[in-house]
């Protein structure tokens, strides 16, 4: 936009109203028909405001999909972790003195901060898990082949909510883009039906109609001579 002050949406509204009166006026659509504003350049102009228009609205859904995308998968993080940290804790105790079980199971070390490292260790735990002979011991301290396959489940439901996550990230991104380039190509039809505008009526009362504010002309004092 050429005024980097504004709002997207006061734009939006000065260009509705600088197109719409500016064709609805006869004392300003007559005088602008002499510099080749006919039917055709008007729905040209038209087009592009409806187009930024609808792109605008088009791109604030694709934002809140991924806001509530987002969400889904913050929330299903939450559940996944809070039963993998539990039973973590319980194989660490019963595998306590087993090696093998332990590298099986990635046992040791800190878990990962971030979602992707998260997942890795939480995929390979349950992958893991669900072996007879592991079960087997497991089963002392209440943990079934059922449960362990729900709380896998949950870490499954998060992978996937993680991927619906990723298309909304991508769809939004290409919504900002398609919605820039619409309000540039607007932007600039809009600044050149303005500088037209102050040529073609040149009147700043009937400017204003359009929103077209013109500072008063200063007048340079003459200077006597003597």
């Known amino acids: 936009m050429s ?11 000065e ?4 197109i719409g009166n500016s064709q609805a006026l006869p004392e300003i659509s007559g005088p602008l028909a002499g510099f080749g504003y006919d039917a055709p350049r008007w729905a040209e102009g038209n087009k592009l405001l409806e187009a930024a228009e609808a792109l605008t609205l088009a ?3 694709e934002y809140g999909d991924q806001y509530q995308a987002t969400e889904a998968v913050q929330d299903a993080w939450a559940v996944a972790d809070e039963a993998y940290t539990k039973t973590l804790k319980i194989a660490r105790l019963v595998f306590a003195n087993d090696v093998h079980a332990s590298a099986a199971l990635r046992l040791s070390g800190m878990r990962k ?3 992707a490292g998260w997942l890795d260790q939480a995929r390979f735990f349950y992958g893991n898990l669900v ?3 592991l079960m087997a011991q497991m089963g002392r301290y209440g943990y079934t082949p059922e449960k362990v396959q729900t709380e896998k489940a949950l ?3 998060l992978q996937v909510r993680v991927l619906a996550q990723g298309r909304e990230t991508a769809e939004a991104q290409r919504a900002t883009v398609n919605r820039d380039e619409a309000v540039k190509q607007l932007d600039q039809w809009v600044g050149e039906l303005r500088t037209v505008l102050q040529v073609a009526v040149g009147n700043s009362q009937t400017l204003e109609a359009v929103g077209i504010t013109v500072p008063a002309p200063r007048t340079k004092k003459k200077s006597v001579s003597y």
């Open 15 to 18: 260009s509705r109203i600088l």
């Open 113 to 115: 901060n971030s979602l």
């Open 3 to 13: 005024n980097l002050k504004k709002t997207l949406g006061e734009f939006l509204q």
């Open 131 to 133: 072996d007879p002979a």
């Open 59 to 61: 791109q604030k859904k």
């Open 155 to 157: 870490v499954e439901a």
